[in-house]
């Protein structure tokens, strides 16, 4: 894929679902380049998912079998396409995009696929049509996208270990070849703990790539009004960037451990807007702001074990939001809570 990527990457950002973030965007072009599989590393809620997304529609459309694994009509994988011929379709890169959920639910043979007793005892314990193929397979020529990866339990790990490093996977007495032409993007929250520890040998099969809150003020604003939903109701520029402030100064609070992610600032814009609509405003008022931050907030945030035994978070917002609204004028008349 690196070749298709090479002309991408020199044109302009083709990255257009994501506003700034450009350190990360030229780290993860890097790998791509070179077929690098990736971690990203970063707080929830600041648009890994997207980005990910995002490399997934810039994958080329492609002539696939009409099969739920994508196969390659000159190499098929799966077992109803290796038996017998099938008709091909175009296969565009956003459905290439494979999304798998870290839990400590999942199995390996969710991923890689597992043996089925009555085609075994049919065909034969060895057959490929015994062989039920997972997610893994559908990810060919295409991405799979790991979402929090550091919530998978070992057993996950080994059985990628090899699937990254030889294109395999033992299944019991049973080898099967998987696709190895597929880019595999994961994503790790560092504030949240893990189910297992990622281990060094897992590690090293990727280039972890760190993803950060909105640099500015000014890039957080485009990226709230241009996410969020809108009401036919009136929000001031100003107020509204008194909201994302606050917000971005709770990130930065010393007694804070868990930050409030962009997604706080989406629902502070959009809650504010339906407290303005249910008042029957025709534009947001301090007070429909104010109004929305207990309830966007408070489980948002942790609180150091010293301040959270003193005061709640619910407490926490309040007084925060208080000493706020004394120094802005902007929130005067109804801001305070």
């Given at each position: 894929?690196?070749?298709?990527?090479?002309?991408i990457f020199l044109e302009t950002d083709?990255?257009?679902?994501?506003?700034?973030?450009?350190?990360?965007?030229?780290?993860?072009?890097?790998?791509?380049?070179?077929?690098?599989?990736?971690?990203?590393?970063?707080?929830?809620?600041?648009?890994?998912?997207?980005l990910a997304?995002?490399?997934?529609?810039?994958?080329?459309?492609?002539?696939?079998?009409?099969?739920?694994?994508h196969c390659d009509p000159e190499s098929p994988l799966c077992p109803e396409c290796k038996t017998k011929k099938q008709k091909t379709v175009k296969v565009s890169g956003e459905e290439r995009f494979i999304r798998v959920q870290g839990s400590p639910d999942l199995t390996v043979e969710d991923l890689l696929g597992d043996i089925d007793p009555i085609k075994a005892l049919q065909f034969g314990p060895t057959s490929i049509q015994a062989f039920t193929p997972g997610k893994i397979f559908?990810?060919?020529?295409?991405?799979?996208?790991?979402?929090?990866?550091?919530?998978?339990?070992?057993?996950?790990?080994?059985?990628?270990?090899?699937?990254?490093?030889?294109g395999k996977a033992t299944l019991g007495s049973y080898t099967v070849d998987l696709p190895a032409n597929f880019i595999f993007i994961g994503t790790m929250n560092p504030e949240t703990a893990a189910t297992e520890k990622l281990s060094e040998v897992f590690l090293d099969r990727f280039d972890v790539i760190h993803m950060t809150y909105p640099e500015t003020i000014d890039i957080e604003e485009k990226i709230t009004v241009m996410k969020g939903q809108r009401l036919d109701v009136e929000f001031e520029p100003e107020l509204l960037r008194m909201g994302i402030y606050f917000v971005r100064l709770l990130r930065e609070h010393k007694n804070i451990l868990k930050k409030p992610s962009v997604r706080a600032t989406l629902g502070i814009y959009e809650r504010a807007q339906a407290n303005a609509f249910l008042e029957k405003q025709k534009k947001v008022r301090p007070k429909d702001l104010s109004d929305a931050l207990i309830s966007v907030l408070a489980h948002r945030i942790e609180l150091k074990p010293s301040v959270k035994y003193l005061q709640s978070n619910e407490e926490f917002i309040k007084e925060q939001f208080n000493l706020f609204a004394a120094e802005h004028e902007e929130l005067n008349g109804g801001g305070g809570l």
């Open positions: 894929m690196s070749k298709h990527f090479q002309k083709p990255f257009t679902e994501i506003l700034g973030q450009e350190r990360t965007k030229h780290q993860l072009k890097s790998a791509l380049l070179m077929d690098r599989h990736v971690i990203i590393l970063g707080a929830p809620g600041i648009g890994k998912t997207t997304k995002n490399i997934a529609r810039l994958l080329p459309t492609l002539t696939l079998n009409d099969c739920p694994y559908k990810a060919n020529d295409g991405i799979l996208f790991f979402d929090e990866v550091n919530r998978c339990p070992e057993k996950i790990q080994n059985a990628l270990l090899q699937v990254l490093e030889e």
